[in-house]
C-alpha cells in the first residue's frame, strides 16, 4: 500500500507525524535536565546499560494514544511498549528518546523518531529535538529542516574518497567483536576525521552536509527507520554492512555520497573475510 500512497496522502501523513512529535515534545521537554529515576532496562547490546525513564514511557505512550484514535487499523512498533498489530500493511515505527544516555547526562544529542513503514521501507520520517527547538524530516516529496530561526532542505554534501571523510559512531562498544572490531578499525584509520556520540543526531548532520559517514551496530529498527528517508532525500544512501537494507537494524552503514558508501563497504568487506 505504501507505494501507492498518492502525494496528498503523504502529507496528510507527514502532517500527523508531526502533531506526534508535538507530542512527544510537550512530554518530555519537562524532564531534561531535571533529577529523574532511571531504570536499566538490561536489553543492552553494548556497554551493559540500557536506561530508561518516565519521559520515554510517557512520550511513546502519548503517540501510541494519538495513533490509535487517529488510524486505528495502522500498526505500532515502540522501543518502550513493543508491537501492536494492525489490520492494514502501515506502522508507525517510535523511539520515544533515542539517545536515553545523552539524555540523562544533560547533553542534547537525543531526539524522537518517528516514522511510517510499509512492509518494503520506511516512507516518512522525523527527528525531534526538543530543546534546541530542531525536528528533521524527509519523504520521497523532499527532505528538510525546522530549526527555531528557520528552516530549508536538507542536502548531503559530495565525498568521493575516504580520506576527506567525517565519520560518527556511536560507541566503540558497539565494534567489540570480531569481525566487526577490526572493520571498523580499519575504516576509522582511513578517514579523515572521527567522532563518538550522536545517536540519532550524527544521522541528521549526514543529511545536513557537515557529516559524511556514520557507521553503527546492534541497532534496532526502531533506530533506524526514521533516518532512511531523511538521508535518502536528501542525497545520501543508508545500508546494512553488505550493501542490503537497513530496515531491520543490525549493522547499518549512511554515507552522504554513494562513492563513499561504496568504498567503505569494501573496506567492511575485505576487513571481514581475514576473520
Known amino acids: ?12 501523513y507527514l502532517d500527523f ?5 508535538d507530542a512527544a515534545r510537550a512530554v518530555i521537554a519537562p524532564h531534561f535536565r531535571r533529577q529523574l529515576a532511571v531504570d536499566d532496562k538490561g536489553l543492552a547490546l553494548y556497554s551493559g546499560y540500557d536506561p530508561v525513564t518516565i519521559a520515554d514511557r510517557q512520550a511513546e505512550e502519548a503517540m501510541r494514544v494519538l495513533i490509535r484514535e487517529a488510524y486505528p487499523s495502522h500498526g505500532i512498533l515502540g522501543e518502550e511498549s513493543g508491537r501492536e498489530a494492525g489490520t492494514s500493511d502501515l506502522t508507525w515505527v517510535l ?3 533515542d539517545g536515553t544516555r545523552a539524555f540523562i547526562t544533560g ?11 510499509d512492509e518494503n521501507s ?3 520520517g522525523i527527528v525531534d529535538q526538543p530543546f534546541l527547538r530542531e525536528r528533521f524530516l524527509g519523504s520521497r516529496l523532499g527532505s528538510s529542516y525546522v530549526f527555531a530561526d528557520g528552516g530549508g532542505d536538507l542536502c548531503t ?8 571523510a567525517v565519520l560518527y559512531s556511536t560507541h566503540p562498544d558497539m565494534f567489540a567483536a570480531e569481525p566487526e572490531h577490526s572493520a571498523f578499525e580499519d575504516l576509522r584509520r582511513r578517514v579523515r576525521l572521527s567522532r563518538f556520540s550522536g545517536d540519532c543526531y550524527s544521522y541528521c548532520m549526514l543529511a545536513f552536509g557537515l557529516v559524511d559517514l556514520v557507521i553503527d551496530a546492534g541497532l534496532a529498527p526502531w533506530d533506524i527507520h526514521a533516518l532512511i528517508p531523511i538521508i535518502e532525500a536528501a542525497g545520501g544512501v543508508v545500508s546494512d554492512w553488505n ?6 537494524g543490525g549493522k547499518v552503514i549512511a554515507a552522504g555520497d554513494a562513492r563513499t558508501h561504496q568504498a567503505a563497504l569494501e573496506l567492511i568487506s575485505k576487513a571481514a573475510g581475514r576473520h
Open 1 to 12: 500500500m505504501g507505494n501507492r500512497l498518492s502525494d496528498e496522502e503523504l502529507r496528510g
Open 17 to 21: 507525524a508531526q502533531t506526534l512529535a
Open 95 to 97: 523511539d520515544p528518546i
Open 107 to 117: 547533553v542534547p544529542l537525543w531526539g524522537t523518531l518517528i516514522a511510517l513503514s
Open 122 to 124: 520506511p516512507l516518512l
Open 157 to 164: 554534501r559530495p565525498c568521493a574518497e575516504l580520506g576527506d
Open 243 to 248: 550493501g542490503g537494507t537497513a530496515m531491520g
